[in-house]
């Protein structure tokens, strides 16, 4: 079925940054191949946001930053388990970098997210607290925006957490699929499938959108 794309849509490209595409310091198998896809579906909209992975050195995400811990071990912080994970988009590197061939010169907004020392920001709308807010709820509430298409990396984690957040705030968030790619860590893209079903967040194709 084909959904067309309204006024008081938007398209919110997760983290397409080049530490998240191959060669990248925290690589999503075929993480650059969803680029051109993404450049497609983002002209059916005319609002589109990119949000940008945005970490300070020594991160408390880094499992550098805990000596003795390896990548993808998990730990628990004072608001709940923490992955640990190779250091990724550092504030102002090349790996931060948005990827080169993404082309959306109508994006409206570049969010920056985990950039605070002591806490990480899967979400586009909340530290990993759960409570801190980004800011994004009310810019597109001011806009009139509330249905909002989610795409780019990684399916399992920043996109997961984007449109379940994004649905608790009362926004209606749909996940185009197939352009997206997931970290693939054991069971999370299982756990992701199950966790949008059951906040009510729909997973569509990207030709419902550009056919």
């Known amino acids: 079925m084909r959904t067309a794309t309204q006024s008081a849509d938007a398209l919110i490209v997760i983290d397409v940054q080049n530490d998240f595409c191959p060669g990248g310091a925290l690589a999503v198998d075929e993480g650059d191949q969803i680029v051109p896809l ?15 992975d945005w970490h300070p050195h020594r991160h408390i995400s880094f499992a550098s930053t805990h000596p003795g811990k390896s990548h993808y071990e998990t730990i628990q912080m004072a608001h709940g388990p923490q992955t640990l994970w190779p250091e990724h988009c550092v504030q102002n590197t090349p790996g931060a970098r948005f990827h080169p061939a993404l082309d959306i010169p109508h994006a409206e ?32 509430r001011e806009r009139g925006l509330h249905r909002l298409f989610f795409c780019g990396l990684a399916y399992d ?26 970290v693939n860590l054991p069971n999370s893209v299982a756990e992701t499938n199950a966790a949008l079903a059951a906040a009510g967040v ?6 419902q959108i550009l056919a």
């Open 38 to 52: 993404v450049n497609a579906i983002a002209q059916k909209f005319e609002h589109v946001i990119l949000t940008q």
């Open 109 to 140: 907004l570049i969010l920056r997210k985990g950039f605070r020392h002591h806490i990480d920001s899967y979400s586009a709308f909340l530290e990993n607290d759960h409570f801190t807010s980004t800011g994004l709820a009310g810019y597109l």
């Open 157 to 182: 984690f920043c996109v997961r957490y984007s449109a379940i957040d994004g649905t608790a705030l009362g926004f209606e968030c749909l996940v185009i699929e197939d352009a997206t790619r997931p």
């Open 202 to 207: 729909q997973r569509l194709r990207s030709r």
